[in-house]
């Protein structure tokens, strides 16, 4: 659903009426042209708060990563394996469906991200939009920024820190059902014996940040 | 469940340009197709969800072509500029020029018909509901628009075709 110059409506109800193949090779337009409307409508959407969420993606040595932001912040980070058209489907359900691909709005968190990858961050300074949690399991995300950079919290600890030592399973499940993996460190979370426990974007990627913030 | 927006863009963004290109003329087709989708943008979540989304957007797009037909009127711009950017797909036998003449010819009613039927593919009944007025009448219209458009442009009509 990316590529905008590669459909062409629903149907061409003119083949075999002499002319019509004319006109229509005639007004095609070259991806270029669709694309820089595309990145005017992006920028006159922006600017007149119809976008409800923003997206690009970018390639990292986890994967490709969506990226997702309402007017607020920074609303969804997203794995691969999450499928990000399905992704894209919840946000429209639960966020509003004017959702675009404007990479602009993504520029901050994408730049980032990017520099977290090359060792080069050990913090990010994003707003962030929590609205896709509540509750227990938002109080626990937002803890999950606290945690160190190079650091690893049992989830027996993260319970006893955000007040209730007995939630260790629903700690489990916040960090499996953390919005904004990588961004918020969900991955620093082990278990008791330190062992890896879970992650959303599979154990292998859970590794690779823990073996990237342990080199830096 | 409503599809994200970007969907809906990627599907017809094409479609939406070529009848603004044929309604307005290449010159303020971009003007007509981001007028059309801000637009399209700003009423799609109270768009039906078994809504017929091509005739959604021609129909908004009809409205904001109609805007700029009466704006290029009031200016008196002569509205002969050749498309911005010509197709590089060739036209046997014919070059564009020619064919950007002809479609400008055509009475506005005509372009709108022959845009709506034979390039985005809606059926007549949609067609009338767009341009107001009877099925018939658009028929009438998308049929006396090619034909106009094979009399005054010749190129359109493959040698022996006899279709």
Known sequence: MNDIASTDGPMNGGIGEPGVSALLAFTAADPEALASLHRALEAAADREGLLDVAYTSIDTPVGSLLLAATEKGLVRVAYDSENHDKVLDTLAARLGPRILRAPRRLDTAAREIAEYFAGLRTGFDLPLDFSLSSGFRQTVQRHLSRIAYGRTESYKEVARIVGNPNAVRAVGSACATNPLPVVVPCHRVLRTDGTLGGYIGGLAAKTTLLRLERAA | MKKPFESIVTAHAQTVLRVCRVVVGAHDADDAWSETFLAAMRAY??????????AWLVTIAHR???????AQRRHAIPVDELPAVPSSI???????HDLWDAVKALPPKQRQAVAYHYLVGLPYAEVAKILGGTTDAARRAASDGITNLRTTYPGALPEGASR
């Open chain 2, 64 to 70: 904001k072509c109609i805007d700029i037909i009466r």
């Open chain 2, 90 to 96: 060739g036209v046997p036998g014919a070059d564009n």
């Open chain 2, 45 to 54: 979540p109270d768009l039906p969800e078994d809504a017929n989304v091509a």
